[in-house]
């Protein structure tokens, strides 16, 4: 399952989108707007767009981990607007019957997220004196 929000994502109410009775394994990460990018200023938010056809492009991310791990369920959720430091900026979960597939699935559903192309992103800098 894939989604695309403008509204925060709920860590406690997406357990119950992925789990299985078949999956012995359940791994969930959540990428989050961090104070300090790679530039070394202090982010204040980060403006997410998506343009393009960003839920085929999670669709085809979603897939690639259903053909590469033995799965029971994936599930992607991407965020866009304006999200302040803390705020949840997207979500990779993958169920299997045992952790080694759930975890790379979940690592490479990671990677896969922060390279996609229907994507963009703006940082927002606090002000220096």
Request: glycine fraction near 6%; include cysteine.
């Amino acid at each position: 399952m894939v989604k695309l929000v403008e509204s925060t994502i709920d860590p406690a109410s997406v357990y119950n989108s992925i789990c299985s009775a078949f999956s012995g394994s359940v791994v969930f990460h959540y990428a989050v707007v961090k104070k300090q990018a790679g530039s070394g200023k202090s982010t204040t938010s980060i403006e997410y767009k998506a343009q393009g056809d960003t839920l085929q492009e999670l669709e085809g991310i979603a897939g690639e981990l259903e053909r590469s791990w033995k799965l029971e369920d994936v599930l992607l959720i991407r965020r866009t607007g304006c999200l302040v430091v803390g705020e949840i900026i997207s979500l990779v979960a993958a169920s299997s019957p045992n952790s080694e597939d759930a975890f790379e699935a979940c690592r490479h559903g990671i990677n896969r997220l922060k390279k996609m192309s229907t994507i963009r992103k703006a940082e927002n800098f606090a002000e220096t004196p």
